[in-house]
T-cell receptor
Framework: DAGVIQSPRHEVTEMGQEVTLRCKPI?????LFWYRQTMMRGLELLIY????????DSGMPEDRFSAKMPNASFSTLKIQPSEPRDSAVYFC?????????FGEGSRLTVL | GEDVEQSLFLSVREGDSSVINCTYT??????LYWYKQEPGAGLQLLTY?????DMKQDQRLTVLLNKKDKHLSLRIADTQTGDSAIYFC????????????FGRGTSLIVHP
């Protein structure tokens, strides 16, 4: 298996633009997680899905952030409108009742 | 990450042992984890310990758990330059959830 695949790896955008980050989990995994990593706050869990259903989105910073998982092999994290303080590395991870497997991350820079 | 605390940096000489320390808050955590993040990569599970254990050894890695003090440590014997990375301590977000709440990570720098 290729592991968790995230795209884009890097994105630079201007404040106010919409950003969409994509994730393909490992086939057969039933849980998917979105984390955000910053120097100031470390690694924060934004939202996680179990069997494509959002279970806990209490970590989503505000209404500008939304996440979807339309099927077992794809998820998106959308920021609209983006702000400079959203600059971070966003990680997607998947699991099947145990160890989390992380993608390589999407580095977002909002100017 | 505010429920899990660890120092931000550790510098050691190649061949020495490294000890990375962590304190956590939730005494009901079923598992405690150590994840490793290499530059430009995602996190990988390095090892974990069940909460009813005091110690776990896996080749060069030794995990010690002090439940009374809520203290977890990771010892790396014979540290190599390839061990340079960020090491994250984590506890279960909710008991038995297998969803980790991470500390802010300790950057291990190994110099010749």
């Amino acid at each position: 298996d290729a592991g968790v695949i995230q795209s884009p790896r890097h994105e630079v955008t201007e404040m106010g633009q919409e950003v969409t980050l994509r994730c393909k989990p490992i086939s057969g995994h039933n849980s998917l997680f979105w984390y955000r990593q910053t120097m100031m706050r470390g690694l924060e869990l934004l939202i996680y899905f179990n069997n494509n259903v959002p279970i806990d989105d209490s970590g989503m910073p505000e209404d500008r952030f939304s996440a979807k998982m339309p099927n077992a092999s794809f998820s998106t994290l959308k920021i609209q409108p983006s702000e400079p303080r959203d600059s971070a590395v966003y990680f997607c991870a998947s699991s099947f009742s145990g160890e989390l497997f992380f993608g390589e991350g999407s580095r977002l820079t909002v100017l | 990450g505010e429920d899990v605390e660890q120092s931000l940096f550790l510098s050691v000489r190649e061949g020495d042992s490294s000890v990375i320390n962590c304190t956590y808050t939730d005494s009901s955590s079923t598992y405690l984890y150590w994840y490793k993040q290499e530059p430009g990569a995602g996190l990988q599970l390095l090892t974990y310990i069940f909460s009813n254990m005091d110690m776990k050894q896996d080749q060069r890695l030794t995990v010690l758990l002090n439940k009374k003090d809520k203290h977890l440590s990771l010892r790396i014997a014979d540290t190599q330059t390839g061990d340079s990375a960020i090491y994250f301590c984590a506890e279960d977000r909710k008991r038995g959830s297998y969803i980790p709440t991470f500390g802010r990570g300790t950057s291990l720098i190994v110099h010749p």
